[in-house]
């Protein structure tokens, strides 16, 4: 059984549900819109705002037994929605700072680009292109990528370090 009450969302009794699922759902209907309002407002692109909601909720599902205890569970929510933004925005910094992208201008242009960031990628070792794909553009620690590459997280910072200066090298030329 679920019971609303009258207190705004955010305060710390605001769900009374007997199950998970429940009290979740009724946090997942009265959340659901000022979220995407939020998450449009500082994307301004609805696909991204709402991939970006998504992925919070289902962060909160996934730990909802603990965040429904918690003072403010709406604040938990908008911390990991703007946690995983703040995680694509500095991966998408850190990808076209590292591989030299500039502002999208002309498809062909795009094209171009690409196709040289294939190329300068093609010119590194198999585990140093690993190590910068891991390190650079998913924004793994060195330690997690030595852990998925079997390696020392030493090794891994030295393959992407060579990794990033013989991408420099090649897209300075």
């Given at each position: 059984?679920?019971?609303?009450t ?5 305060d ?10 429940a009290?979740f759902?009724?946090f997942?209907?009265?959340?659901h ?15 991204e ?5 998504h992925?919070?909720?289902?962060k ?8 429904r ?11 990991t ?8 925005y ?6 076209r ?21 294939d ?14 794909v ?7 620690t ?7 590459l079997g ?14 200066d013989?991408?420099?090298?090649t897209?300075?030329?």
């Amino acid at each position: 059984m679920v019971e609303r009450t009258q207190q705004t969302p955010g305060d710390a009794a605001w769900l009374v549900a007997e199950d998970l699922t429940a009290s979740f759902e009724l946090f997942y209907e009265v959340e659901h819109d000022g979220l995407f309002a939020a998450l449009y407002l500082i994307t301004r692109n609805p696909h991204e705002a709402e991939e970006l909601m998504h992925d919070a909720f289902l962060k909160v599902w996934e730990r909802w037994e603990r965040v429904r205890k918690m003072d403010r569970p709406t604040g938990y929510l908008y911390r990991t929605a703007m946690n995983a933004f703040r995680a694509r925005y500095r991966r998408a910094a850190i990808s076209r700072r590292l591989l030299g992208w500039a502002q999208k201008r002309d498809p062909l242009e795009d094209v171009e680009g690409r196709d040289e960031v294939d190329r300068a990628l093609a010119t590194l070792t198999v585990r140093q292109r690993a190590a910068v794909v891991l390190t650079e553009l998913l924004d793994y620690t060195s330690e997690e990528a030595g852990r998925l590459l079997g390696v020392r997280p030493g090794t891994v910072r030295v393959l992407a370090q060579h990794g990033r200066d013989t991408l420099r090298k090649t897209m300075e030329k």
